[in-house]
């Protein structure tokens, strides 16, 4: 889970960076950057609990949600989805 404070953080950075206000979680880039978060957050778990189906349901759900707002953003802003994947360290 992500805290109230990170939250706060992430939103700020990448929404002063890429175009948007520092308070404005509904931006594309900042929706990315909480989602992979959680999925970082995530992986520890799932590496102690192999046979946690459930749970790794949901983790594949948020998987699909980042990759669809990737692609919306690839389809909208080419600069903004480059910067995005560059500082989220996605794809190389």
């Not at 706060?8 to 990315?32: L, M, N, P, R, W």
């Amino acid at each position: 889970m992500i805290t109230k404070e990170e939250t706060q953080k992430i939103t700020a950075e990448f929404g002063k960076e890429f175009g948007s206000s520092d308070k404005d979680a509904g931006c594309t880039a900042v929706q990315v950057a909480l989602i992979t978060t959680r999925i970082n957050n995530l992986a520890p778990h799932f590496a102690a609990n192999k046979h946690d189906y459930s749970g790794n349901r949901g983790l594949l759900k948020l998987i699909g949600q980042r990759k669809r707002l990737l692609s919306y953003l690839s389809r909208t802003d080419e600069k903004k989805y480059q910067g995005v994947i560059k500082k989220l360290g996605l794809r190389k």
